[in-house]
């Protein structure tokens, strides 16, 4: 089992920065890929970004490359996800997402979920 808390959201104006944390406890965080997806009210969940187990690779969603960076410390076991330049359409809760041994956009590939932040964006 991996068990993770993410943390960091809240209420933002547009064009401001937050940055979300996601830490890790169970098995071996180095084995696993790490994801960050979004739910936007009434919408379906979406990818955002995703990092290699070792973090030497990312891959963002459109909507947010350029604005947003996702890294990982394997020394503290946590994924962040640095948002910048944040838009209202970037409100949503936010999920940090595990998978074993591989690195995906898709989340049905996912082994391990957080329980979501929430993050606001007002104009």
């Known amino acids: 089992q991996v068990q993770l808390v993410e943390s960091g959201g809240g209420l933002v104006q547009a064009g401001g920065s937050l940055r979300l944390s996601c830490a890790a406890s169970?098995?071996?965080?180095?084995?696993?890929?790490m994801g960050w997806f979004r739910q936007p009210p009434g919408k379906e969940r979406e990818f955002v970004a995703t990092i290699t187990s070792s973090g030497s690779r990312t891959s963002y969603a459109d909507s947010v490359k350029g604005r947003f960076t996702i890294s990982r410390d394997s020394a503290k076991n946590t994924v962040y996800l640095q948002m910048n330049s944040l838009k209202p359409e970037d409100t949503a809760v936010y999920y940090c997402?595990?998978?074993?041994?591989?690195?995906?956009?898709?989340?049905?590939?996912?082994?391990?979920w957080g329980q979501g932040t929430q993050v606001t964006v007002s104009s």
């Open positions: 169970g098995r071996t965080f180095s084995n696993y890929g």
């Open positions: 997402a595990a998978a074993y041994a591989r690195t995906t956009v898709k989340e049905r590939e996912y082994d391990y």
